[in-house]
């Protein structure tokens, strides 16, 4: 009758953090692309670009797995992007006259603000209405989705917003650290934070206990509503710093070219091993997640695989590296 | 200390080889430039390579950019999807010995490249204008423009040529211009919603291949065909037909094939140290029924 | 008799056209354990769900303590120290068993980490250890997630949980049924000592002769209406089945 | 202790269906479109162009609703829609020399075969992926979302196939039948045989346990692997019907403007009250799910509403649409 | 005695590190009731997930009817006349509780209809509530979603699917868990009939008295090992629990 209570050794967790298998899967495709190409593909040039390219998404895919733990989803994050990097855009532009270009860091904080705000302040929204009136998430995100981005075409009349600081886009845009660009290290520390908060603190908790059981998170008195409208937010203000990030990145406050975002961080998610139906994942998955396809379709486009053959390409290892994923956890299960 | 910028890490590439890099895959504009590009860089023994992005899209070129730049070739011939969003990577390009010839579209900043081969958009859209206006003659009545997305430059500036232009012909009345996501089936349904709301539309601009498409569909489905008249853009295999038919009864078009063969040809002065011109413009044309055989050479190709 | 620390009138409770309330009225006081027994659907579930919060009744009063109270959310509930054990266990089943003991009620690390809101999960897990062991619940393993465990292993979580945590009354429906014959014997002491410590305990159960062991008092719900009333020593087994299937009530219910 | 079994009268069931309030939404919308510009709105013109507009996303979210009932997703329509029309276009082309437009009803069916074989082997490949492999339905759908959409580019060489038979779009694409079009018609049977498969037979029995409980299912011995290929290749054979309806609506197979279909159709499934979670949810819900965003669109245009609020709007209405039918459903619930 | 109708012998079953079943064996004979009682977490269910064809075991045999089984599906298992009321009852809780009742074996309408797959509603719904006045299970709506049922009449849906359709074996892993008194005494009775028709019955309880009134034969499990069997008619509610707790052990079990 005494408890026979065991606790895993660490090999043990290692071996069976969800993570492990597709972690290898990133691994394999990077050696084969490197096998190919060793001259072009395991270059400190390839290296950077690859990782600042995948900058802005990791930063909506962090926010996005808490969104998907918790059993929902947020479609708007692209055009919340978008509305973010127009206001900061104007906001700043405003500021100088104009054209933000010659403008110093005063203006660039105040931009960066405005973006934090903006894509808060959609997150809010989201979060109220998923939260207080049991709409799905779905169409609620699917409303905001097209509100924010028709927002932003208000704004800014339906055109490309320029004057872009020139101090933020060299250095936070283009800049590196020991080689290793500013964009990324901001990137880094968003997610490090996200990963931390989600598997240590009590709001990480809370997170995967009402994407678990809302029902019964409600009943041992989690104040599900509450916590709901601070993911949406957290979604959404992580949204506004990537369109701050792609202002940067960028040089210009882009209208279109952000309609799959939400889709890409939703697969990066997933396949980052984290649940559509809540209660598990990890942001260390989607870190992961989000680089398979990264490097796949770089990888292609070194190696030169034809452009139509690239989508099938990636569709065939993107599902291959999941099904690898699942049979290898099924079979760790059964051992 | 540490600062620094990306793709500070140079190296020399393959002089011999060139890369065409246009602004969506699958369409008859590049696949036309294309085969210009080939023709042209081939006759002088460079080893060509063409990587489109799937979509017009500047988040979608850019890794196209930098994994062309990691294969270091001689020239990379561009039509940069954002005037702005593309300057970063293809400064990138030029900071790494690569002769940079734009295509098509270009950069706002004009230090990137060593060459610019385009014809001017707005200047299309005017030409859509007068051709609108002449095959109406003196009937007076509403037109619409059908764009494609908010914030894409090409076409905006098409639209915005036409706007400029339309409201010089006062039997012309301009009920402004919808935007259909470059989806077929909004355009249709944009333009028989307009159709119930304005009965009298004499005149429709399409910006582009998918809204002139839908814009015929939707004026086939109002029995309107003719009655209504179709300008639209490019001149793509099925346009012409279309044109043919009487569906469409106007095409601005441009002449993707001799952009494509004088950016190769510019490229290659780059390269070997011949003239290079900083801005070449090639010509837009109207095409009507009535000059169709004529102007036969500007017909967009499917495939070289 | 001292005032009763709940006293629920006349609860009335419909879900579109089924009625599972139908002018209910339930009394506990403190320091007792009271049954709450009726037959499958008598309404006794939905009568826990009004009283904790969880379901809002369509009509009734429920005074707690002498005063009128409302009770929009279980947080109100908790609030006012009622712990309820509810049938459908309501369990995070992808989180761990520490995890559900300490759900809504996280232990933090001391310090800055602890105000930064960094749980401490190895004193919970000890902690969980201890709870279990008292229940006599043996698990193999402390991390794999509750969904995972045994139907028995998966109610003494919910138990441990409320007892842990309630301070003046703990509902506990059907908190037995799942359970082994050495679990729901501890499970009756705890209950025991719940009572003695002068919590009232609202025990549900089909099984009468654990009802009889361990209750002061019982009532008893039929169709949606409390029909009789016993003390547990005056009463037998007969007794009760019979207000249960109606052969037999009482006009002051 | 007599069974107290009542059954719900015809009025009872009627207020109690799901579809009610969403139906009433529908009727609220039309009626305020009519009263703003009565000349414009309730005109057989609008009503036909709106019907026939719609009628291809009909059929795809018809499809879609079994899936998202067995709490599956399939983002792939659009592609395989896409890949279907191409391969259509092409076969009857090869058939006729080139160029089907003079070719005659012989070549259509040709055409109709293929397109249908085509849709139903992306379907078939989606079903067995995601029941015989746990790989999740969104990973593996956003994967043939890829290739289907590569492979038609592959085929085509990239550009839209032209062609098409003249009987085919002159009878299917614009023709009508006392009034109604043809492809109406068309869309109107495949609508009623979806839903009344899945509201009186076995097959739509099952589709709902497994999604309800796809364990349980499993243990009662449905077939829940076969079953499930079944669902995937019912909605890809319906997209390659679709594929085959748009080429005749459109006389050309066009390879771009397919993106958002996914969504669209997720969209109209969802806002006609089926669950994502699986389960619950019906196709006559979903016929009112897929028409409000069609009429509002439509309406908006009629009205005369700035193109940057028109996005706008529609959120702002969709949103509006679902809580309201949310909050009644509740209040009945309730009552 | 003639051969048994079921014999599983020495079942291994590892869930990760867990071992559920550590050479667990167990018999049932045709027109017996046998019990299979255990400690919470011995390995009852999932003993009987190995015998239903719902979990597949990592080593042991299994003989059926005098031959060696695979039971790679719950399918497999009712093609052989196997059904099984599981502890987590296994329905699909948006369906009402006709359409749980015949889930996966629907009536069709005669006639043309039925070869299309129509489904004859009316009737399924005329038998299911038969069903349900038999087991003394009192519906106040047929219609409504069976995740709305109280805990009692959603078990109660669960062992009536299991009896109509069963052949020859059906487990019951704690089918009257949740039902009131007299639901409890129906299942019990139509046990009895169930074994009087020549089939074997299998049921899990942790209710001694309910064990010993209505098996023939008890087997006992202990940490994912048979560790005694008892007739019942020669046993006593103290040697089970010393068996269930390890105070006594059999040599040969
Ligand atoms: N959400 C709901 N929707 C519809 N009917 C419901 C709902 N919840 C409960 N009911 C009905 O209300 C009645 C009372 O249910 P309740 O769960 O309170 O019974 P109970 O006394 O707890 O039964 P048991 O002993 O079986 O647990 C039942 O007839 C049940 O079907
Ligand atoms: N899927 C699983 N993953 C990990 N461990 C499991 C799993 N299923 C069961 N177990 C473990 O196996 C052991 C036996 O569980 P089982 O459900 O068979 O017990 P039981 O005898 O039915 O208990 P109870 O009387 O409480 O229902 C338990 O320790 C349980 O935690
Ligand atoms: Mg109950
Ligand atoms: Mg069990």
């Avoid at chain 1, 206990?209 to 959404?236: D, Q």
Wanted: aromatic share 6%; glycine share 12%; proline share 3%.
């Amino acid at each position: 009758m005494t408890p026979d209570v065991r606790e895993r050794t660490l090999a043990q967790r290692l071996l069976g953090a969800n993570t492990l298998w597709i972690a290898l899967v990133l691994l394999v495709l990077v050696a084969v692309f490197g096998a190919l190409r060793p001259d072009a593909v395991l270059t400190t040039f390839t290296l950077q670009t690859t990782l600042v390219e995948t900058a802005v998404l990791l930063v909506l895919s962090v926010g996005m797995t808490y969104v998907i733990i918790t059993s929902g989803i947020d479609l708007s994050v692209g055009s919340v992007l978008v509305f973010s990097g127009v206001t900061s855009a104007m906001t700043m532009n405003s500021l100088h006259g104009g054209d933000a270009t010659g403008a110093g860091w005063g203006t660039v904080l105040i931009g960066l603000v405005v973006a934090l705000v903006s894509g808060a302040a959609w997150g809010l929204l989201n979060g109220l209405l998923v939260a207080r009136t049991g709409i799905p998430a779905l169409i609620v995100t699917l409303g905001t989705f097209g509100a924010a981005l028709g927002a932003g075409q208000l704004i800014s009349n339906g055109s490309n917003v320029s004057g872009v600081p020139a101090v933020l886009s060299d250095n936070l845009g283009t800049g590196t650290w020991f080689g290793v660009p500013n964009l990324v290290i901001l990137a880094a520390l968003v997610t490090a934070v996200g990963a931390l908060v989600l598997g240590t603190t009590r709001f990480g908790r809370h997170t995967y206990a009402i994407g678990s059981n809302e029902e019964a998170a409600r009943r041992v008195g989690i104040g599900v509503t509450g916590h709901l409208v601070k993911v949406y937010l957290l979604a959404g203000t992580l949204a506004g710093l990537a369109g701050f990030m792609a202002l940067a990145y960028f040089r210009v406050a882009s209208i279109t070219g952000h309609d799959t975002d939400n889709l890409n961080a939703i697969a990066g998610v997933v396949l980052g091993g984290t649940s559509l139906f809540g209660g598990t994942g990890s942001v260390v998955g989607t870190v992961l997640g989000v680089f398979i396809p990264a490097v796949l379709r770089k990888g292609f486009v070194i190696v030169g695989v034809n452009v139509y053959w690239q989508p099938i390409a990636v569709a065939v290892v993107l599902v291959a590296a999941v099904w690898f994923d699942q049979s290898r956890r099924r079979a760790r299960n059964r051992r | 200390g540490g600062g620094g910028q990306i793709g500070d890490t140079g190296g020399s590439g393959d002089g011999k080889r060139m890369v065409l890099i246009p602004g969506a895959a699958a369409e008859p504009f590049y696949i036309s430039m294309e085969c210009g590009f080939r023709e042209a860089a081939g006759a002088k023994g460079y080893a060509v390579d063409v990587q489109a992005p799937a979509k017009f899209d500047s988040t979608l070129q850019t890794p196209i950019v930098t994994g062309v730049l990691a294969n270091k070739p001689g020239a990379v011939l561009i039509a940069p999807t954002d005037d702005k969003a593309m300057a970063g990577p293809m400064k990138q390009l030029k900071d790494a010995g690569i002769k940079v010839v734009e295509v098509d579209t270009k950069l706002e900043d004009t230090s990137v490249a060593v060459s610019t081969v385009s014809s001017d958009n707005e200047q299309g859209g005017r030409l859509a204008a007068q051709t609108l206006a002449q095959l109406v003659g003196d009937k007076s009545g509403s037109v619409l423009v059908l764009n494609t997305k908010a914030g894409t430059s090409t076409t905006d500036a098409r639209a915005k040529g036409f706007e400029d232009e339309v409201v010089k012909h006062p039997n012309l009345r301009y009920v402004g211009q919808q935007y259909t996501d470059n989806e077929p089936d909004q355009a249709a349904s944009k333009l028989t919603a307009t159709l119930a709301a304005n009965a009298d539309l004499i005149g429709v601009f399409a910006t582009n291949l998918n809204t002139g498409e839908g814009a015929s569909t939707g004026l086939r489905n109002a029995g309107r065909t003719g009655s209504v008249n179709l300008v639209g853009f490019d001149a793509s295999p099925k346009q012409v037909e279309d044109l043919r038919a009487g569906v469409v009864q106007a095409l601005i078009a441009q002449d993707p094939a001799t952009i494509g063969r004088t950016g190769a040809e510019q490229a290659i002065a780059a390269l070997e140290g011949g003239d290079v011109k900083r801005d070449i413009e090639t010509n837009l044309v109207a095409i009507t029924q009535a000059d169709l055989q004529a102007k036969e050479k500007y017909f967009y190709k499917q495939k070289c | 008799m001292a005032d009763p620390l709940l006293d629920a009138r006349d609860l009335v409770k419909r879900y579109g056209g089924v009625e599972a309330l139908r002018g209910a009225s339930f009394t506990a006081n403190a320091g007792e354990v009271v049954s709450l027994i009726g037959d499958n659907g008598a309404g006794k579930s939905t009568l826990v769900k009004c009283l904790s919060g969880v379901e809002q009744p369509d009509s009734g009063t429920v005074v707690f303590d002498g005063a009128e109270v409302a009770l929009p959310t279980p947080t109100a509930a908790r609030a006012l120290g009622i712990e309820t054990v509810y049938q459908d266990l309501a369990v995070a089943p992808d989180l761990d068993p520490a995890a559900n003991l300490f759900l809504g009620r996280e232990l933090r690390k001391p310090g800055l980490l602890g105000r930064l809101g960094v749980l401490d999960k190895k004193e919970m897990r000890r902690r969980a250890a201890a709870s279990f062991r008292d229940l006599g619940v043996a698990l193999q393993s402390v991390d794999v997630p509750i969904g995972a465990l045994s139907g028995g292993q998966r109610q003494s979580v919910a138990v441990a949980r409320s007892v842990v945590w309630a301070s003046r009354l703990v509902f506990m429906d059907e908190p037995t049924a799942a359970l082994g014959v050495v679990q729901r014997e501890r499970v009756l002491d705890v209950i025991r000592r719940v009572r003695d410590q002068g919590m009232a305990v609202v025990l549900i159960s089909h099984n009468m002769p654990e009802v009889l062991a361990v209750s002061d008092r019982v009532e008893v719900l039929r169709l949606g209406r409390r029909v009789a009333r016993f003390r547990a020593a005056d009463t037998t087994v007969e007794e009760l089945v019979g207000a249960m299937t109606g052969a037999l009530s009482q006009e002051d219910a």
